[in-house]
Every structure is written in C-alpha cells, then in structure tokens.
C-alpha cells in the first residue's frame, strides 16, 4: 500500500520556508524590476513635464491604454510564472526550457493584437489630446512584443525559480539607456532633431528591443542548457489548451480592471478643467513610481505559493499571505512618511509656479494624494491575495470579483456622479477605495473557509 508524500521542496532562499524573510527575500528583487518599469513610465512624464505640459497632459493620458494592452498581454504571459514555478517545486526542470520557448513565439504573436489596436488608437483617446497622445500611444504599442517576450516569457525562468536578482540589474541599465535616449529624442542634442513627445515613444522601443536580446541572452547561459533544457523546443497544444484555460480569465480579469480606468481616464480628461485634470495626473504619476511594491509584493506571494504548491507543501499557503501583510503595514507607514516629507517638492516639479500657486490646484492634489495613501495599502493587500489565488490557479474568480467590482461599483457611478451631476472628481477615488474594500471582504469569507488547503488539480506523489 502505496502512501502520500509531499515531495521535499527546492529552497528559494536560505531562511525558513514561507517565513517573513524569506518573502522578503524573493520580493524585493521583483519590487526592483516593477519599480524599474514605474521608473520608465515616470521617466517619460518627468521629461516631456520639462519640454511642454500639453505633452505631459498627453502622455499620461496614453499611458493608460497602453499600460491596458500591455497589461492585459503581461497578465496572461505571468501565468508561465506559476508553471514554472511548480515545474521547480517537482523539480520537473527538463519542461521549463520548451515552456519559455513557447511563450516566447507566444509573446510575438501578439503583434496581431497590438497592430490593429494602435491603427485604432484614435477611437480610444479624448479628442483634447488626441493630436499629441496618438502617435506616442502608437509607437509604444510596438514596443509590446519586445517586452512580453524578454520581461513576461523569459522573465518567468528567472521569477518562477526564484532567481529574481538578475531582473531588475537589466531593467535598471534600460531604464538609463530609456532615460538618456529620452533627453537626446525629446530636446534634440548632438545634432539630433528635436521629436518632443514621439522621441519618449521611440525611447520606450528602443529600449524594450534592447531588453528583449538581454534577457535571451542570459536565458540562454550555459549553465542553464543540460539542466532546464534551454535549447530544447517542443510545440504542445495540450500544454497551450491548459495555459489558456488558466491564463484568459486572468487576462480578461486585468483587461476589465484597466479598460475601465483607462476609459475613466479619458473621461476625466474632457470633464474636468485643466487644474483638476492636472492635479489628477500629478497625484497619479507620483503614485506610479509607487505601484512597484503592490505588484513586486504581490508576485512574490505568487513565486513563493506556487513552489510550495508544486511541493505539496499546502500547508504553508496560508503563512505566507500573512507575511505580506507584516509587509504591507511597514510600507504603507515609509508611504506616509514620504508624502509628508516631499510631496510638496515632487509636485513642484511637474508644475510651474503659477499654478502650484492657485488654491484650487493645491487642494485637489492633496486631496487626491491622501486617498491615494488609503487606496495603496488596500491595493497592496488585495494584489497579494490576487496572486495567491493565481498560484492556486483560481483565475476565474479574479475574473469575476474584477469586473462586478469595478464596473458595477467605480466605473459606471463615476460617470453619473462626476460626469453628469457634478461630484467633486475625487469620488473616483473614494468609489476605488470601496471597490477594493469589498474585494477584501469577500476575499476574506472564502479564505476563512480553508478549501484552499486542498489544491485542485495536484495529486499527491507516492514513493
């Protein structure tokens, strides 16, 4: 008679298994390559701020579209992570190197998403900014394929095992590459036309192309070849099958979430008046260049659950999600701390004199930053109770907590209340706040009841 055992896990780190130093551990080298994506995004508004605020205003108000399309793209492709990362709790390490393989010619085949959608761009973008906003938004599509094949598919070889350091040493050399080519294409120097806001747009391309041979050629190392089978290729239609049936409700999730803050973007932008609207974007690029640790936290809860799924160690689910919650209040106070300490300075930086000095101005943007210090320790916590449910492969109900919650309770309210009859456009955040409140809650009732204990889908090993 044949007894189930767990398979004896792969350590990611030296210190105890689902430990708050171990979270910490595999964390923060993914909070560093999510911050070195922030960092481009506010690289390119810091920029095009200094060359003219009408390209400010038209490069935060593309971003969000393409933060969709490529969000939505990089959402399905993270769900490699998961695989790997249970191929690496099996210790199956022969499947990683066809996998990534995979999801490479994957990745680059979503150019026949991203081409249409840019040639469409002008249906998605406010007509106030469209003239400017079109041919950035254009431009960093292109750059999608590039970033999906080296940061979403190969990325996931190195996030999914654990090897997190390497990421964010080559996201930080494209991001100076991206800042360099940003003041060189945007002001125009060394007898370089100045291109203004398309320059940032061809920065990003440029960059990301360069990404993409930096992270293959590191996958591709030798010491990797024999054990993970780097060099070895195999098509496999079930492994694709059960890769959709995983990743799209994710995918559709994430696109339900960022559509409509896209849409309520362009919204805000033909709605409010020009101080409002830049007190939004202000407030909202500084808040950028702190999703980083939400979404490198939150990954983490993912890597690290996903291993020990993989072990069968299930027993341990519940640690960690508790240890990214120790973490979420130590950041939520640095947070605090930093808003208190150099907003003032920060903002400065965006606007000019006259308008920092109009009393209208100034109140919106503090207003808005202090529901943006509220909304990120809830968004920290419920992207880290997101990837847990990920890791157990439980993308449909993201899917279905996504789009009831935002839609139902954020998107289709702010319209009526701000839009039509004249809320303060801060209720958009307050309505968020809520939003995030009951994902939390009903998170929690599902959690209490420990049927997570039991993954689905993995059977026990026997010696």
Same mark, same amino acid.
Request: with cysteine.
């Given at each position: 008679?044949?007894?189930?055992?767990?398979?004896a896990?792969?350590?990611?780190?030296r210190?105890?298994?689902?430990?708050?130093?171990e979270?910490?551990?595999?964390?923060w080298?993914?909070?560093?390559?999510?911050?070195?994506?922030?960092?481009?995004?506010?690289?390119?508004?810091t920029?095009?701020?200094?060359?003219?605020?009408?390209?400010f205003v038209?490069c935060?108000?593309?971003?969000?579209w393409?933060?969709t399309v490529?969000g939505?793209?990089?959402?399905f492709l993270?769900?490699?992570?998961i695989?790997?990362?249970?191929?690496?709790?099996?210790k199956?390490?022969?499947?990683?190197?066809?996998?990534?393989?995979?999801?490479?010619?994957?990745?680059?085949?979503c150019e026949?998403?991203?081409?249409?959608i840019a040639?469409?761009?002008?249906?998605l973008?406010?007509n106030n900014?469209?003239?400017l906003?079109?041919?950035?938004l254009?431009?960093?599509?292109?750059s999608?394929?590039?970033?999906?094949?080296?940061?979403g598919?190969?990325g996931? &070889? =190195? +996030?999914?095992? #654990?090897?997190? %350091?390497?990421?964010p040493? @080559?996201?930080?050399f494209i991001?100076?590459v991206?800042?360099?080519?940003?003041?060189?294409?945007?002001f125009?120097?060394f007898?370089?036309?100045?291109?203004?806001?398309?320059?940032?747009?061809?920065?990003?391309?440029?960059?990301?192309?360069?990404g993409?041979?930096?992270?293959?050629?590191?996958?591709?190392?030798?010491?990797?070849?024999?054990?993970y089978a780097?060099?070895?290729?195999q098509?496999?239609?079930?492994?694709?099958?059960?890769?959709f049936?995983i990743s799209?409700?994710?995918a559709?999730?994430?696109?339900?979430?960022?559509?409509g803050w896209?849409?309520?973007?362009?919204?805000l932008?033909?709605?409010?008046?020009?101080?409002?609207?830049?007190?939004?974007?202000?407030?909202?690029?500084?808040?950028?260049l702190? &999703? =980083? +640790?939400?979404? #490198?936290?939150? %990954?983490?809860?993912?890597? @690290?659950?996903s291993?020990?799924?993989g072990?069968?160690?299930h027993?341990?689910?519940?640690?960690?999600l508790?240890?990214?919650?120790?973490?979420?209040?130590?950041?939520?106070?640095?947070?605090?701390?930093?808003?208190l300490?150099?907003?003032d300075?920060m903002?400065?930086f965006?606007?000019?004199?006259?308008?920092?000095?109009?009393?209208?101005?100034?109140?919106?943007?503090y207003?808005?930053l202090?529901?943006?210090?509220?909304?990120?320790?809830?968004d920290?916590?419920w992207?880290s109770?997101?990837?847990f449910?990920?890791?157990?492969t439980?993308t449909?109900?993201?899917?279905?907590?996504?789009?009831?919650?935002?839609?139902g309770?954020?998107?289709?309210?702010?319209y009526?209340?701000?839009?039509?009859c004249?809320?303060?456009?801060v209720?958009?955040?307050?309505?968020?706040?809520?939003?995030t409140?009951i994902?939390?809650v009903?998170?929690?009732?599902?959690?209490?009841?420990?049927t997570?204990?039991?993954?689905?889908g993995?059977?026990?090993?026997?010696?």
């Amino acid at each position: 008679m044949s007894i189930q055992s767990p398979v004896a896990p792969v350590l990611l780190t030296r210190h105890k298994a689902g430990s708050f130093l171990e979270l910490w551990t595999v964390a923060w080298p993914l909070m560093l390559a999510s911050f070195s994506g922030c960092l481009m995004t506010f690289i390119d508004r810091t920029i095009l701020a200094r060359y003219s605020s009408e390209a400010f205003v038209a490069c935060s108000t593309a971003q969000p579209w393409y933060w969709t399309v490529a969000g939505v793209l990089m959402a399905f492709l993270s769900i490699t992570e998961i695989f790997i990362g249970r191929y690496n709790g099996a210790k199956n390490f022969s499947k990683m190197g066809p996998l990534i393989w995979q999801m490479i010619i994957v990745a680059f085949a979503c150019e026949f998403i991203v081409i249409p959608i840019a040639l469409l761009s002008h249906y998605l973008l406010a007509n106030n900014v469209e003239p400017l906003a079109k041919p950035y938004l254009q431009i960093v599509l292109l750059s999608c394929p590039f970033e999906l094949a080296g940061f979403g598919a190969i990325g996931s &070889f =190195f +996030v999914g095992r #654990g090897e997190t %350091k390497l990421i964010p040493i @080559v996201l930080v050399f494209i991001n100076i590459v991206n800042l360099i080519l940003d003041i060189l294409l945007v002001f125009g120097y060394f007898g370089l036309p100045s291109l203004g806001i398309r320059g940032a747009a061809y920065a990003t391309l440029i960059s990301q192309m360069l990404g993409f041979f930096i992270f293959l050629k590191l996958f591709l190392r030798k010491k990797y070849r024999e054990k993970y089978a780097v060099f070895s290729f195999q098509w496999s239609w079930p492994l694709l099958k059960k890769f959709f049936h995983i990743s799209l409700p994710y995918a559709v999730a994430h696109f339900c979430g960022m559509a409509g803050w896209s849409i309520a973007y362009q919204f805000l932008a033909i709605k409010l008046t020009y101080t409002h609207f830049m007190a939004y974007s202000v407030s909202f690029t500084l808040y950028t260049l702190v &999703f =980083f +640790v939400m979404d #490198g936290l939150g %990954k983490g809860v993912g890597v @690290v659950c996903s291993n020990f799924i993989g072990a069968q160690q299930h027993s341990l689910l519940g640690k960690v999600l508790k240890q990214s919650f120790r973490w979420n209040g130590i950041f939520s106070c640095l947070f605090l701390i930093i808003l208190l300490g150099f907003s003032d300075s920060m903002i400065r930086f965006f606007v000019d004199a006259e308008l920092y000095g109009q009393v209208d101005f100034s109140r919106q943007v503090y207003l808005f930053l202090t529901w943006l210090w509220l909304l990120f320790g809830l968004d920290t916590a419920w992207l880290s109770m997101q990837y847990f449910l990920i890791a157990l492969t439980k993308t449909k109900t993201v899917l279905l907590i996504n789009v009831i919650c935002f839609w139902g309770i954020v998107l289709i309210p702010t319209y009526f209340l701000v839009g039509q009859c004249g809320y303060n456009s801060v209720l958009y955040l307050q309505l968020i706040v809520l939003d995030t409140i009951i994902r939390i809650v009903i998170f929690c009732f599902w959690y209490r009841r420990r049927t997570w204990l039991k993954v689905p889908g993995v059977k026990p090993r026997t010696p």
